[in-house]
């Protein structure tokens, strides 16, 4: 069993759209904090979005209102509803969330492949 699942990546032309889903085994108890980070190809792996701490929302700059994340807590499953993409967002998507089932522990997915070609 996963700690974390990514799916809902795929092949999209540019401008078209995708939704994530990070689904969260059910052992992973009062978790803190949910993010998405994302990997391009050579790159160093970056936030997308996530809920802080404090309940808010944080976005990197690049996503200048495109993206939009959300969280259904009675699931414990991650969303990022991904609009007007871009060739520039290819990249492996992660999960991360950190959580206390016991201790403190940070958990990520596996990733899933976004590829945004014409």
């Known amino acids: 069993q996963e700690d974390l699942v990514e799916s809902g990546g795929g092949l999209v032309q540019p401008g078209g759209s995708l939704r994530l889903t990070c689904t969260v085994a059910?052992?992973?108890?009062?978790?803190?904090?949910m993010e998405w980070y994302r990997q391009q190809t050579g790159k160093q792996r970056e936030l997308v979005a996530g809920?802080?701490?404090?309940?808010?929302?944080k976005y990197g700059d690049f996503v200048k209102g495109r993206f939009t994340i959300s969280r259904d807590n009675a699931k414990n499953t991650l969303f990022l509803q991904m609009n007007n993409l871009k060739p520039e967002d290819t990249a492996v998507y992660y999960c991360?969330?950190?959580?206390?089932?016991?201790?403190?522990?940070?958990?990520w997915g596996q990733g899933t492949q976004v590829t945004v070609s014409s």
């Open positions: 059910d052992y992973i108890r009062n978790i803190y904090t």
């Open positions: 809920f802080p701490l404090d309940g808010s929302t």
């Open positions: 991360k969330v950190v959580a206390r089932p016991d201790y403190l522990k940070t958990y």
